[in-house]
Nanobody, 115 residues
């Protein structure tokens, strides 16, 4: 079965950085677009970034220039490098893939930006 396991979240001060990872199994990873979403308390889940099999990337406006999505097909892993973090980046971050007609999600990793 498809599994997505996120890691790398934590508590960081404003202006700091984190690198989130998502290890995928159960899919031919290199064939799929991977995505990071986030959900802040009381808000809807928001698409943050995507990366295609050809490594084209897309970002929500609020993170452009600060976040970078990348992938390592040899390790079946997608990354989100989050720099210059702001308090409004506080959320649970989820890895996502749409594969074989189903939307799959990881368990999420908490990112808290606070002084």
């Amino acid at each position: 079965q498809v599994q997505l396991v996120e890691s790398g979240g934590g508590l960081v001060q404003p202006g700091g950085f984190l690198r989130l990872s998502c290890a995928a199994s159960g899919i031919i990873f290199r064939l799929y677009t991977m995505a990071w979403y986030r959900q802040a308390p009381g808000k809807q889940r928001e698409l943050v970034a995507t990366i295609t099999p050809g490594t084209s990337t897309n970002y929500v406006d609020s993170v452009k220039g600060r976040f970078t999505i990348s992938r390592d097909n040899g390790k079946n892993t997608v990354f989100l490098q989050a720099n210059r973090l702001k308090p409004e980046d506080t959320a649970v971050y989820y890895c996502n893939v749409a594969a074989m007609g189903t939307n799959y999600w990881g368990q999420g990793t908490q990112v808290t930006v606070s002084s």
